[in-house]
Antibody
Framework: EVQLLESGGGLVQPGVSLRLSCAAS????????MSWLRQAPGKGLEWVSS????????YYADSVKGRFTISRDNSNSMLSLQMNSLRGEDTAVYYC???????????WGKGTTVTVSS | QSALTQPPSVSGSPGQSVTISCTGT?????????VSWYQQPPGTAPKLMIY???NRPSGVPDRFSGSKSGNTASLTISGLQAEDEGDYYC?????????FGGGTKLTVL
Protein backbone atom coordinates (compact mmCIF):
# COMPACT_ATOMS: atom_id res chain seq x y z
CA GLU A 1 0.00 0.00 0.00
CA VAL A 2 1.30 3.43 -0.96
CA GLN A 3 1.64 5.62 2.13
CA LEU A 4 2.95 9.07 2.93
CA LEU A 5 3.46 10.19 6.52
CA GLU A 6 4.31 13.79 7.33
CA SER A 7 5.96 14.99 10.52
CA GLY A 8 7.64 18.07 11.94
CA GLY A 9 4.76 20.51 12.27
CA GLY A 10 4.21 22.64 15.35
CA LEU A 11 3.67 26.10 16.84
CA VAL A 12 6.50 28.51 16.10
CA GLN A 13 7.10 32.24 16.33
CA PRO A 14 7.40 34.46 13.26
CA GLY A 15 10.87 34.54 11.79
CA VAL A 16 12.01 31.13 12.94
CA SER A 17 12.70 27.99 10.91
CA LEU A 18 11.01 24.60 10.78
CA ARG A 19 11.72 21.42 8.85
CA LEU A 20 8.96 19.11 7.65
CA SER A 21 9.57 15.51 6.68
CA CYS A 22 7.56 12.96 4.74
CA ALA A 23 8.25 9.23 4.91
CA ALA A 24 7.16 7.38 1.78
CA SER A 25 6.48 3.66 1.41
CA UNK A 26 4.85 1.23 -0.98
CA UNK A 27 6.31 2.56 -4.24
CA UNK A 28 9.66 3.13 -5.94
CA UNK A 29 10.26 6.56 -4.45
CA UNK A 30 13.13 7.65 -6.67
CA UNK A 31 11.09 7.35 -9.87
CA UNK A 32 8.41 9.87 -8.91
CA UNK A 33 8.27 13.60 -8.58
CA MET A 34 7.04 14.70 -5.17
CA SER A 35 5.35 17.83 -3.91
CA TRP A 36 4.33 19.83 -0.87
CA LEU A 37 0.97 21.55 -0.77
CA ARG A 38 -0.75 23.46 2.00
CA GLN A 39 -4.18 24.55 3.15
CA ALA A 40 -4.62 27.55 5.43
CA PRO A 41 -7.46 27.35 7.99
CA GLY A 42 -10.80 27.55 6.18
CA LYS A 43 -9.10 28.15 2.83
CA GLY A 44 -8.42 26.22 -0.36
CA LEU A 45 -5.47 24.18 -1.54
CA GLU A 46 -2.20 25.88 -2.46
CA TRP A 47 0.74 24.25 -4.21
CA VAL A 48 4.02 25.03 -2.41
CA SER A 49 6.84 23.17 -4.12
CA SER A 50 7.76 20.18 -6.30
CA UNK A 51 10.94 18.18 -6.84
CA UNK A 52 11.81 15.76 -9.63
CA UNK A 53 12.53 12.11 -8.97
CA UNK A 54 16.27 12.62 -9.20
CA UNK A 55 16.13 15.79 -7.15
CA UNK A 56 17.77 17.75 -9.96
CA UNK A 57 14.80 20.02 -10.59
CA UNK A 58 12.87 22.03 -8.02
CA TYR A 59 10.00 24.47 -8.37
CA TYR A 60 8.43 26.86 -5.87
CA ALA A 61 5.35 29.01 -5.52
CA ASP A 62 6.17 32.71 -5.54
CA SER A 63 4.84 32.99 -1.99
CA VAL A 64 7.65 30.80 -0.60
CA LYS A 65 10.48 31.27 -3.11
CA GLY A 66 13.70 32.18 -1.36
CA ARG A 67 12.41 31.06 2.06
CA PHE A 68 11.53 27.37 1.58
CA THR A 69 13.75 24.58 0.23
CA ILE A 70 12.48 21.21 -0.92
CA SER A 71 14.80 18.20 -0.92
CA ARG A 72 14.70 14.42 -1.01
CA ASP A 73 16.71 11.43 0.17
CA ASN A 74 16.02 8.64 -2.29
CA SER A 75 18.06 6.11 -0.34
CA ASN A 76 15.65 6.48 2.60
CA SER A 77 12.47 7.42 0.69
CA MET A 78 12.19 10.73 2.50
CA LEU A 79 10.96 14.12 1.32
CA SER A 80 11.72 17.29 3.24
CA LEU A 81 10.71 20.93 3.31
CA GLN A 82 12.99 23.40 5.06
CA MET A 83 11.00 26.49 5.94
CA ASN A 84 12.88 29.64 6.96
CA SER A 85 11.70 33.12 7.93
CA LEU A 86 8.24 31.85 8.71
CA ARG A 87 5.32 34.28 8.58
CA GLY A 88 1.80 34.23 9.91
CA GLU A 89 0.49 33.56 6.42
CA ASP A 90 2.44 30.31 6.36
CA THR A 91 0.04 28.90 8.97
CA ALA A 92 -1.56 25.86 7.33
CA VAL A 93 -1.86 22.11 7.14
CA TYR A 94 1.04 20.95 4.99
CA TYR A 95 0.50 17.90 2.79
CA CYS A 96 3.11 15.72 1.17
CA UNK A 97 1.92 14.31 -2.16
CA UNK A 98 3.16 11.88 -4.78
CA UNK A 99 3.19 13.77 -8.04
CA UNK A 100 4.68 16.70 -9.85
CA UNK A 101 3.38 20.26 -10.31
CA UNK A 102 2.86 19.60 -14.05
CA UNK A 103 0.91 16.43 -13.47
CA UNK A 104 -1.46 15.30 -10.76
CA UNK A 105 -1.12 14.27 -7.11
CA UNK A 106 -2.33 10.69 -6.89
CA UNK A 107 -1.47 10.02 -3.25
CA TRP A 108 -1.63 12.45 -0.33
CA GLY A 109 -0.46 12.18 3.25
CA LYS A 110 -2.72 13.09 6.15
CA GLY A 111 -0.92 16.38 6.70
CA THR A 112 1.01 18.11 9.46
CA THR A 113 -0.07 21.41 11.00
CA VAL A 114 2.20 24.44 11.11
CA THR A 115 1.10 27.42 13.18
CA VAL A 116 3.13 30.63 13.06
CA SER A 117 2.17 32.97 15.87
CA SER A 118 3.75 35.05 18.59
CA GLN B 1 -8.41 35.36 -5.56
CA SER B 2 -7.76 31.90 -7.01
CA ALA B 3 -6.23 31.37 -10.42
CA LEU B 4 -9.07 29.06 -11.50
CA THR B 5 -12.71 29.99 -10.93
CA GLN B 6 -15.15 27.54 -9.39
CA PRO B 7 -18.65 28.13 -8.02
CA PRO B 8 -18.55 28.36 -4.21
CA SER B 9 -21.26 25.78 -3.74
CA VAL B 10 -23.52 23.30 -5.51
CA SER B 11 -26.16 20.97 -4.17
CA GLY B 12 -28.32 18.09 -5.26
CA SER B 13 -30.58 15.37 -3.94
CA PRO B 14 -29.55 11.72 -3.75
CA GLY B 15 -29.68 10.13 -7.17
CA GLN B 16 -29.45 13.42 -9.04
CA SER B 17 -26.51 14.72 -11.07
CA VAL B 18 -24.46 17.82 -10.43
CA THR B 19 -21.77 19.54 -12.46
CA ILE B 20 -18.96 21.68 -11.08
CA SER B 21 -17.25 24.07 -13.47
CA CYS B 22 -13.64 25.27 -13.43
CA THR B 23 -12.76 28.26 -15.59
CA GLY B 24 -9.23 29.31 -16.42
CA THR B 25 -7.59 30.93 -19.40
CA UNK B 26 -6.05 29.96 -22.72
CA UNK B 27 -2.69 29.83 -20.91
CA UNK B 28 -3.68 27.14 -18.42
CA UNK B 29 -6.92 25.13 -18.67
CA UNK B 30 -7.28 25.89 -22.37
CA UNK B 31 -3.68 25.04 -23.17
CA UNK B 32 -3.13 21.74 -21.38
CA UNK B 33 -5.05 18.47 -21.01
CA UNK B 34 -3.79 18.08 -17.45
CA VAL B 35 -6.82 19.16 -15.50
CA SER B 36 -7.31 17.23 -12.26
CA TRP B 37 -10.11 17.12 -9.72
CA TYR B 38 -9.73 16.42 -6.00
CA GLN B 39 -12.36 15.55 -3.41
CA GLN B 40 -11.89 16.60 0.21
CA PRO B 41 -14.48 15.43 2.73
CA PRO B 42 -14.50 17.47 5.96
CA GLY B 43 -11.40 16.97 8.09
CA THR B 44 -9.62 14.70 5.65
CA ALA B 45 -6.83 14.93 3.08
CA PRO B 46 -7.65 15.53 -0.58
CA LYS B 47 -8.21 12.53 -2.85
CA LEU B 48 -7.59 12.43 -6.59
CA MET B 49 -10.84 11.79 -8.48
CA ILE B 50 -10.03 12.74 -12.09
CA TYR B 51 -6.75 13.36 -13.91
CA UNK B 52 -5.88 14.51 -17.42
CA UNK B 53 -9.37 15.96 -17.87
CA UNK B 54 -11.35 12.72 -17.93
CA ASN B 55 -9.37 9.80 -16.52
CA ARG B 56 -10.42 8.07 -13.31
CA PRO B 57 -7.84 6.50 -10.98
CA SER B 58 -8.46 2.93 -9.95
CA GLY B 59 -11.15 2.74 -7.29
CA VAL B 60 -13.00 5.93 -8.21
CA PRO B 61 -16.62 5.15 -9.15
CA ASP B 62 -17.66 5.73 -12.75
CA ARG B 63 -20.32 8.11 -11.41
CA PHE B 64 -17.52 10.68 -11.54
CA SER B 65 -16.64 12.02 -14.97
CA GLY B 66 -14.64 14.93 -16.31
CA SER B 67 -14.65 16.98 -19.49
CA LYS B 68 -13.27 20.18 -20.95
CA SER B 69 -14.39 22.74 -23.47
CA GLY B 70 -12.14 25.65 -24.27
CA ASN B 71 -11.01 27.32 -21.06
CA THR B 72 -13.57 25.55 -18.86
CA ALA B 73 -13.29 22.10 -17.34
CA SER B 74 -16.18 20.31 -15.65
CA LEU B 75 -16.68 17.55 -13.12
CA THR B 76 -20.00 15.72 -13.24
CA ILE B 77 -21.19 13.48 -10.45
CA SER B 78 -24.17 11.34 -11.35
CA GLY B 79 -26.31 9.28 -9.00
CA LEU B 80 -25.40 11.50 -6.04
CA GLN B 81 -24.76 9.74 -2.75
CA ALA B 82 -24.44 11.14 0.76
CA GLU B 83 -20.77 10.13 0.83
CA ASP B 84 -20.05 12.51 -2.06
CA GLU B 85 -20.38 15.53 0.23
CA GLY B 86 -17.29 17.64 0.63
CA ASP B 87 -15.14 20.19 -1.10
CA TYR B 88 -13.99 19.71 -4.67
CA TYR B 89 -10.96 21.40 -6.21
CA CYS B 90 -9.83 21.58 -9.81
CA UNK B 91 -6.20 22.06 -10.74
CA UNK B 92 -3.95 22.51 -13.73
CA UNK B 93 -0.54 24.00 -14.34
CA UNK B 94 1.48 26.50 -16.31
CA UNK B 95 5.15 26.23 -17.21
CA UNK B 96 6.43 26.61 -13.66
CA UNK B 97 3.48 26.53 -11.31
CA UNK B 98 0.49 24.47 -10.28
CA UNK B 99 -2.86 26.23 -10.08
CA PHE B 100 -5.95 25.41 -8.03
CA GLY B 101 -9.50 26.60 -8.09
CA GLY B 102 -10.97 28.11 -4.95
CA GLY B 103 -13.01 24.99 -4.25
CA THR B 104 -16.68 24.08 -4.47
CA LYS B 105 -18.67 22.80 -1.52
CA LEU B 106 -21.01 19.99 -2.55
CA THR B 107 -24.04 19.45 -0.35
CA VAL B 108 -26.22 16.37 -0.77
CA LEU B 109 -29.68 17.42 0.32
Amino acid sequence: EVQLLESGGGLVQPGVSLRLSCAASGFTFRTYGMSWLRQAPGKGLEWVSSISGSGDYTYYADSVKGRFTISRDNSNSMLSLQMNSLRGEDTAVYYCAKGYFSSHMDVWGKGTTVTVSS
Amino acid sequence: QSALTQPPSVSGSPGQSVTISCTGTSSDVGNYNRVSWYQQPPGTAPKLMIYEVSNRPSGVPDRFSGSKSGNTASLTISGLQAEDEGDYYCSTYTITTMLFGGGTKLTVL
